[in-house]
């Protein structure tokens, strides 16, 4: 009994700590997240002047109506989407194969992977600046060199056709450092035995890397693709940056994301209800499309417990203790 | 065991104790806000917000100098920003967020929306308190900053446009004769682009589009005249600088933030701008030679005639101590500064022969003004017009055949237009 009450008030003092522990954090996002979230939902509610906050009528969900009929917001949707279905795939696929490459180096690793990671760590705004001056018009490196391949001599920037391919490599660039070290760590929980296993099975370093590497870091692959999705729809410093102190999203709307859009409305515009609104829509579509990719990976887990047979190669990992302690990893076909 | 509990008492005391701190740091804060000013024996602190470049920030720093020995009750905090696309953007925020500062420096041109939402505070009444003597200033430039019979701002710089040219690229291209129409203005610019340099650098601003619309006898009128033929003309004419003459350069293009540079530079031979250049061409590029010219005729002669003024926010709670700091802002050696290290007419009207006297290049731009000068008049919705206006020809010169400048303006007109 006396335990039992020990025990008891053992669990509500760890109970305690607990509450104790997170409620600074909770404190601090209720005032800076939490709040302001409600805050410009009930914005979005209302037709409201910045300029005038005083003078704000409630309509109800017409900005909403507004916003979704408008076709500046329709195009901004498709740039979005856009930019997302070309970077994403690039920045993965690429950090993937770098991430491979370096993992398997065995001098200056270390070296290597922070040059890849210092563009992530570097100002957003100072890597737009540097690589607008690389593709200026006429006398930048990067304009220079795709000239010989058949690009305009352009300041791809300032180009209606090629502002968003120069994001897109712009993001790219920023971010894949970042998803190549994520994917560093997850080959190193990749079980060398398998590899070997694999090698001794006659599998090349090309069917080793289909058929070990990239079913392993499935769930690495869903973060690295959730994350990169959620960064490049909700990218600004870029776009902006571009801008050089003009109106963000130009020339002619070529790099009008939603993001550009919502900010435009409510800090241009001064639209702060229209703007809220955008705001609540963008989050929607991001919080609908990460839960798609969700349910998509998780299928895919599903058939990765089948065992595909391809080329005439299968292999399941099996735990088998030896008898004197220890244990050995097997391979059975 | 004994060790344990007393970490973890230590552990909740540190938390405690950082949860009172952040409550009682932010009370302190708020405190501090409400008590400045309270007592009349401590000093009030007035911020001022602008846009300014290097030129413009030193002289800003001398108006603000020296304030405490004639208003020992009053603290001048300046608050900078690059560029008036930022200004024109952080200062509805701060409005909205009840953070603004007391009095903003802004021109003409995009104060209506301000004024027309109540956000600037009537002065008329504010004058008086503090015995500001407004004939100190050029009658005209009133216009700009009244609404409804009401005083809203104190012009503190007479602004005007202007064609600069740059002298030396002129004489390599063997061109004699300055241009005085906007025939003679393409014809230069033509034979003034080469494979390095452009004819003209026409930002894409509402500032310069304004020039072309102003010399074809054009004008927004506040909305009532926004796709007249005489502004479908002056657009036109801009648009045609681009896509059929090819001799037209945006500042982005060449990677400079804003057509100043572009001129510095030299990178084009011409540009639209104001009499600001002048003070930030003398410090980035001394040795550049250049002419400032009246703005070129089109059917009409014609000018932009505004004003850069300062306005007390409805928002401040120390409305007399920032009428306070505008009267002193204009004494007559913060004038002289303004046209000494910045090279901009000074709306003091004692000091304006000093001012062209000094800037004798100039003489021609402000007699052009005085006899066609003419204000922006932006309609009411200034930030969303000018917004689509812009985005509409960028779409007209990098877009072609998407929209023309006939439907560019009835949609604006459609949009802003009032009867």
Not at chain 1, 304 to 328: A, C, T
Request: charged share 20%; glycine share 6%; with cysteine.
């Amino acid at each position: 009994m006396k335990n039992k009450r020990a025990k008891r008030k053992g669990l509500k003092n760890d109970t305690l700590m607990g509450y104790l522990f997170v409620a600074p954090i909770l404190v601090l996002m209720g005032i800076w997240f939490y709040y302001p979230v409600i805050k410009s939902f009930f914005y979005s509610l209302q037709d409201i002047n910045f300029l005038n906050p005083d003078r704000a009528k409630f309509i109800g969900f017409q900005n909403y109506v507004d916003l979704i009929k408008n076709e500046d917001f329709l195009n901004s949707m498709k740039t979005s989407f856009l930019l997302t279905a070309v970077a994403v795939p690039v920045q993965t696929v690429l950090a993937l194969v770098i991430a491979v490459l370096l993992h398997n180096i065995k001098r200056f690793k270390a070296f290597f992977r922070t040059l890849f990671y210092l563009p992530y760590i570097t100002s957003s705004i100072a890597v737009a600046t540097v690589f607008m001056y690389l593709f200026v018009e006429k006398n930048g490196i990067a304009t220079k060199a795709l000239a010989f391949l058949g690009f305009p001599d352009t300041s791809w920037y300032a180009n209606v056709d090629l502002a968003l391919p120069f994001l897109i490599i712009l993001t790219v660039w920023t971010y894949i450092g970042f998803y190549v070290v994520i994917y560093l760590a997850g080959l190193q929980s990749i079980p060398k035995e398998m590899y070997e296993a694999a090698v001794v099975d006659g599998a090349n370093a090309f069917q080793r890397f289909i058929y070990i590497t990239v079913p392993q870091l499935k769930p690495t692959t869903f973060l690295v693709v959730t994350s990169g999705m959620i960064f490049t729809m909700q990218i600004f410093d870029q776009p902006y940056a571009i801008a050089r102190g003009t109106a963000p999203g130009g020339p002619a709307g070529a790099t009008t994301t939603m993001i550009i859009y919502f900010y435009q409305q409510a800090f241009v515009y001064n639209n702060a209800g229209y703007g809220s609104a955008a705001a609540f829509v963008i989050f929607l579509i991001i919080i609908t499309l990460s839960i798609l990719q969700r349910r998509i990976f998780e299928r895919d887990k599903e058939g990765i417990k089948q065992n595909k047979r391809r080329f005439g190669l299968k292999y399941k990992v099996k735990l088998k203790k030896k008898d004197k302690g220890g244990m050995e990893y097997g391979i059975e076909q | 065991m004994v060790l344990k509990k007393l970490s973890k008492k230590v552990v909740i005391l540190v938390l405690v104790l950082m949860l009172v701190l952040s409550f009682v740091s932010c009370e302190n804060a708020s405190n501090e806000e409400t008590n400045n000013g309270s007592g009349e024996s401590e000093p009030v602190e007035i911020k001022i917000a602008y846009w300014a470049n290097a030129a413009e920030q030193k002289h800003y720093e001398f108006v603000a100098e020296g304030i405490e020995n004639e208003y020992p009750n009053i603290k001048v905090v300046l608050q900078q920003y690059p560029t008036s696309e930022e200004f024109w953007t952080a200062i509805p925020t701060a409005i909205a967020a009840k953070n603004a500062p007391d009095v903003v420096i802004l021109s003409d041109e995009g104060n209506l929306e301000f004024i027309a939402n109540g956000s600037l505070a009537p002065i008329d009444s504010l004058i008086e308190e503090v015995g500001f003597d407004k004939s100190i200033i050029s009658d005209s430039l009133y216009k700009g900053w009244s609404y409804e019979d009401q005083l809203y701002g104190v012009p503190v710089r007479a602004g005007t446009s202007m064609l600069s040219i740059n002298k030396k690229m002129f004489e390599e291209a063997g061109i004699e004769k300055y241009p005085e129409t906007m025939d003679e203005l393409l014809a230069a610019a033509k034979k003034l682009t080469t494979d390095e340099v452009y004819g003209i650098c026409a930002s894409i601003h509402e500032f310069h589009i304004s020039q072309y619309v102003h010399a074809f006898g054009g004008d927004w009128n506040f909305g009532k005249t926004i796709n007249s033929p005489e502004n479908i003309q002056g657009v036109q004419f801009f648009v045609d600088l681009y896509t059929k003459h090819g001799v037209a350069v945006t500042p982005k293009q060449i990677g400079a933030s804003w057509d100043g540079e572009v001129f510095a530079k030299e990178k084009a031979a011409m540009s639209t701008g104001g009499p600001w250049y002048m003070g930030y061409c003398k410090e980035t590029n001394p040795d550049l030679e250049f002419i400032p010219l009246p703005i070129p005729k089109g059917t009409v002669e014609s000018q932009t005639a505004y004003s850069g003024g300062m306005a007390i926010l409805s928002a401040s709670e120390h409305k007399k101590e920032a009428m306070e700091f505008i009267k002193y802002a204009l004494r007559e050696e913060a004038s002289v500064s303004l046209y000494k290290n910045v090279g901009d007419a000074p709306s003091a009207s004692a000091v304006m022969p000093a001012y062209l006297e000094e800037n004798p290049e100039l003489k021609p731009v402000f007699e052009n003004m005085q006899k066609v000068g003419v204000p922006f008049a932006y309609p009411v919705d200034t930030k969303n017009f000018t917004a689509e206006l812009v985005k509409g020809i960028e779409e007209i010169i990098y877009k072609p055949g998407s929209l023309t400048v006939e439907e560019l303006l009835d949609n604006l007109q459609d949009q802003f237009g009032i009867e």
